[in-house]
């Protein structure tokens, strides 16, 4: 059984450009939570979707990220117009039931240029 | 919102020894997870442990939710546990939501 897969592993963009990172959670699990590591801090909380419906996106900022679980295909984190603030690795994970173990992707670093 | 505390901030061993980690948290939890981010940065579950004790090689976990406190101990430590550990909450009303401690970096020294 295949685990969290995420891919770019690494994407650089350029200040102004658009970051789409994709997740595909383990073999039937149908919950993905996306986390956000700012260097030098812990791991953050950003959003939580099931498939076609974001259940908890209290972490997001307000503008220019967005998130997706669409009922085919992988999850997508999506930041528009991308600043150096958002250089990050950001992590996905997926369970199989709401209350259970988490299991995370090995990340995307984003460096904002 | 709950509060999740790890102590310490930072450990050296050297290889061999054994260590404990501690995690506090302010309010009841539905789930209790313990990662090592290695050195590469990829996280490894370790322990899915709300409540109880549970054991893996040289690494066990103790969790005492009516104390709201969980510890991890690594014995016999090596080279490779170097990295930093985490532990992660989920409380009674978030549902899904893990709220992460700053974690203990660890170092094992040869």
């Known amino acids: 059984n295949a685990g969290v897969m995420q891919n770019p592993r690494h994407l650089v963009r350029r200040r102004g450009q658009e970051a789409r990172l994709r997740c595909s959670p383990m073999k039937g699990h149908s919950h993905v939570y996306w986390y956000r590591q700012l260097p030098e801090e812990g791991l953050k909380f950003m959003v939580y979707?099931?498939?076609?419906?974001?259940?908890?996106e209290s972490g997001m900022p307000k503008e220019r990220f967005s998130a997706e679980f669409p009922k085919e295909g992988p999850s997508i984190l999506r930041i528009q117009q991308v600043v150096r603030g958002d250089s990050a690795a950001y992590f996905c994970?997926?369970?199989?039931?709401?209350?259970?173990?988490?299991?995370f992707g090995p990340g995307t670093r984003l460096t904002v240029l | 919102g709950i509060q999740v505390e790890q102590s310490p901030p930072d450990l050296i061993l050297q290889e061999g020894a054994n260590s404990t980690l501690r995690c506090n948290f302010s309010?009841?939890?539905?789930?209790l997870q313990w990662f090592h981010q290695n050195p590469w940065g990829q996280l490894i579950n370790l322990f899915y442990i709300p409540s109880g004790t549970k054991q893996n090689g040289r690494l066990s976990a103790t969790t005492v939710a009516t104390e709201r406190y969980s510890l991890l101990y690594i014995s016999s430590s090596q080279t490779t546990d170097s990295g930093v550990y985490f532990c992660?909450?989920?409380?009674?009303?978030?549902?899904?939501?893990?709220?992460f401690g700053q974690g203990t970096e660890l170092s094992v020294k040869p």
């Open positions: 309010d009841s939890v539905n789930n």
């Open positions: 994970a997926s369970s199989d039931f709401r209350t259970d173990t988490q299991y």
């Open positions: 979707l099931q498939k076609e419906n974001i259940i908890d």
């Open positions: 992660a909450v989920e409380a009674d009303n978030q549902g899904g939501k893990l709220i």
